[in-house]
Every structure is written in C-alpha cells, then in structure tokens.
C-alpha cells in the first residue's frame, strides 16, 4: 500500500498542477483513474508510477497515439501504462447486461426504503 499511496499523491498533484496540450486535456481525467485503479491492482505498477516520469510527460505520450484526431479510451490507457512500466499491456474484458436498467431501478428502489420514517411536524399542531 505504500507505493500505492505514494503513486496516488503523485498523480493527484502533477494532474492539478501539469500543463497539458488539448488531447491530454481531454484525456487526463480518466487516464488519470485507470490509472489509480491499475496501481491498487499491482504494487510493482505503483513503485513504477510513484518513481517514473512525470503525469505531464505521460500524457504527451499517450497524445503521440492519437490518429486521425481521436484515439480510444483502451488505447489511451495502455500507452499510459507502457509510459511507466514499457512491456506492459492492459487487458479489458467486457460484457453485455440485458438486464442493467432493470436491475438499477430494483437497487434504487432498495435503497429508496431505507430513508426511515418522515414525519410532518404540522401534524401535531
């Protein structure tokens, strides 16, 4: 957790304070937390991280991969990884949910119940 840590105050400040051209602006974001999320996933990730290059730099690289003015999220992620840690790849695996919006309205529902009793105190006067 220690690397983690470092690597999180790392990208959380140099994400705040780095100068960034439109695509990184664009991108910065969510390059920022997949990135987090790849740090709690591998600590070696996160020594990487905590001691590579800078947030700034990662992103001018992860912009050199944007062709014909767009790139997708998977691959702006997996040139954010080889910037801290070159040989390496994401893997991504996705599937379909027939059933999300069914199942959002059942947990919001849920949670919905769980608001306790309401009174109107105009009630009692």
């Known amino acids: 957790m220690e690397f983690f840590n470092e690597a999180k105050e790392k990208l959380d400040r140099e994400l705040k304070s780095g100068s960034f051209d439109k695509y990184g602006n664009a991108m910065k974001g969510e390059v920022h937390k997949a990135l987090l999320d790849f740090c709690r996933q591998d600590k070696e990730f996160a020594q990487a991280v905590a001691q590579g290059g800078s947030f700034a730099d990662c992103m001018k690289a ?46 919001s529902q849920e949670t919905g119940s769980d608001k306790g009793l309401i009174l109107d105190l105009s009630a009692f006067l």
Not at 65 to 70: A, F, I
Not at 82 to 104: H, R, T
Request: net charge negative; proline share 2%.
């Open 62 to 107: 992860v912009s050199k991969c944007v062709t014909g003015g767009s790139i997708s999220d998977i691959q702006a992620f997996g040139a954010a990884v080889k910037f801290y840690f070159p040989g390496a790849g994401i893997d991504v695996k996705m599937s379909i949910n027939l059933c999300a919006e069914v199942e959002k309205q059942a947990e």
